[in-house]
C-alpha cells in the first residue's frame, strides 16, 4: 500500500496476557520505528531497526517488551504479560535511510490502540 | 538529553484568527525540527519541517522558522479554519541520532 499500515487498530487485552502488534512500512523504507503514545502525550521512540538490525532499543520500558524484523520488511512489537500501565497507543513509523533524506522525516501509520483490562 | 518543549493547550480561537504555538527545544549539535499534526481519528501526518538554522517551513497556510538563537520553532497561521482543528505535535531529530523526540502536544480548536 501507500503509506503505513498496522494492525490491528484496536486490541483489549487482560492483565497478564501477551499481545502482538504488527507494522507494514512503507515499501523501500529501511528504517523502521516504535513509539508509545500514551493518552494525552507525544509519542516516545520505544525501538528502532534498519532493516532487519534492531539498532537501538533504548526506549523499551522493560524486559516484557519485544521488537522484531526477521526480513526487513513487517514488524511485530510484542508485549509480555501485559500490564495496565501499557495501555497506549502504538504508533509505527517508517523512513528512508538518512543518508537519502537529510531529515529523515518519518511516515507514521495510524497506531493500534492497546487496553489492558 | 534532547528534549522538546511546546505551549499547553487546549488553545481555542475563533475562525480566522492569527495562531501561534510556540515549542522551544534542546539539543545537541543542529537537530531537524518538524511539526506534525494529528487529526481526530487519524495518524500523525508531517505538516512542515526545516533542517538547518533560519530555514522557514510552510505548508497549508503554516509557517514555522528555525531560530538557533532561541532555540524556538514556533508555528504560526495567519486565519485558521474549523478544519485545523487538530492535535500539533513539535518535534526534533538529532544531528547524530535517528528517532524522534515530540512536545507533548498541543490541542487546538476552531471555532465557526
Known amino acids: 500500500g501507500a503509506g503505513v499500515s498496522q494492525s490491528p487498530r484496536y486490541k483489549v487485552a487482560k492483565r497478564g496476557q501477551d499481545v502482538a502488534l504488527r507494522c507494514d512500512p512503507i515499501s523501500g523504507h529501511v528504517s523502521l520505528f516504535w513509539y508509545q503514545q500514551a493518552l494525552g502525550q507525544g509519542p516516545e521512540f520505544l525501538t528502532y531497526f534498519q532493516n532487519e538490525a534492531q539498532l537501538d532499543k533504548s526506549g523499551l520500558p522493560s524486559d516484557r517488551f519485544f521488537a522484531e524484523r526477521p526480513e526487513g520488511s513487517v514488524s511485530t512489537l510484542k508485549i509480555q504479560r501485559t500490564q495496565q500501565e501499557d495501555s497506549a497507543v502504538y504508533l509505527c513509523a517508517s523512513s528512508l535511510p538518512r543518508r537519502l533524506a537529510a531529515s529523515g522525516e518519518q511516515y507514521f501509520g495510524p497506531g493500534t490502540r492497546l487496553t489492558v483490562t | 538529553g534532547n528534549s522538546v518543549t511546546q505551549m499547553e493547550g487546549p488553545v481555542t480561537l475563533s475562525e480566522e484568527a492569527f495562531l501561534t504555538i510556540n515549542c522551544t527545544y534542546t539539543a545537541t549539535g543542529y537537530p531537524s525540527l518538524f511539526w506534525y499534526v494529528q487529526y481526530p481519528g487519524e495518524g500523525l501526518q508531517l505538516l512542515l519541517k526545516?533542517?538547518?538554522?533560519?530555514d522557514k517551513g510552510s505548508n497549508k497556510g503554516f509557517e514555522a522558522t528555525y531560530r538557533k538563537e532561541t532555540t524556538s520553532f514556533h508555528l504560526e497561521k495567519g486565519s485558521v479554519q474549523v478544519s485545523d482543528s487538530a492535535v500539533y505535535f513539535c518535534a526534533l531529530r538529532g544531528p547524530y541520532g535517528q528517532n524522534f523526540v515530540f512536545g507533548p502536544g498541543t490541542r487546538l480548536s476552531v471555532l465557526p
Open positions: 526545516a533542517t538547518k538554522a533560519d
